[in-house]
């Protein structure tokens, strides 16, 4: 997914990184580029983003923790966003879209990731996520899934005024959709 997200990226562009995690794309994603910023909810998460970014002396990288209605994420301030594995999660995932959207430039691209549970899974896969599907009915895992397919994602995206540059469908055990979209 790196090497495909860096084929949109220019020196200039200031990125934001939704749900980086550890960080570990992000500082990926850091070369080659004028500034990225990882945020994510996970206090830990960003913990150990810092530490890997002391750690590889990356100066054009910064971490926050929070979400993407922060309001220090001032609107229209980012020439690309990228969110790997985040948007099937939320609970209100058009809303997040269209929030990526205001914090996008005009012409902004927004580059994601997303799993598409409904569609084609490998068995191993079909069975943890049953497993996960009756742990959920029973009220033990909080975690919210969208069962999207692959054609639910674009018509997402497609929802909130941006326009698609690429889409491409991955399997890796499960389906994954890569998109990269363009803010109208």
Not at 6 to 15: F, G, H, Q, T
Not at 160 to 173: A, M, T, Y
């Amino acid at each position: 997914m790196v090497a495909k997200t860096k084929e949109y990226l220019i020196a200039n562009d200031n990125v934001l990184d939704f749900g980086c995690a550890t960080g570990t794309k992000t500082l990926e994603l850091a070369d080659g580029i004028h500034h990225i910023h990882g945020l994510d909810i996970s206090t830990a998460m960003i913990n150990e983003a810092t530490k890997k970014k002391s750690e590889k002396g990356v100066e054009n990288v910064s971490f926050s923790q929070g979400d993407i209605f922060n309001s220090d994420l001032e609107e229209v301030s980012f020439d690309k966003i990228v969110s790997y594995g985040v948007i099937h999660l939320l609970d209100d995932s058009e809303r997040v879209v269209q929030r990526i959207h205001e914090l996008l430039k005009p012409g902004g691209l927004f580059i994601s990731t997303t799993a598409c549970l409904h569609d084609k899974m490998a068995l191993k896969n079909r069975l943890e996520f049953s497993a996960y599907s009756i742990i959920k009915r029973l009220g033990i895992f909080p975690l919210h899934l969208n069962i999207f397919t692959y054609d639910d994602v674009e018509r997402l995206i497609l929802s909130q005024k941006f326009s698609l540059v690429r889409s491409e469908k991955i399997f890796h055990g499960i389906t994954i959709s890569f998109v990269v979209a363009r803010k109208v």
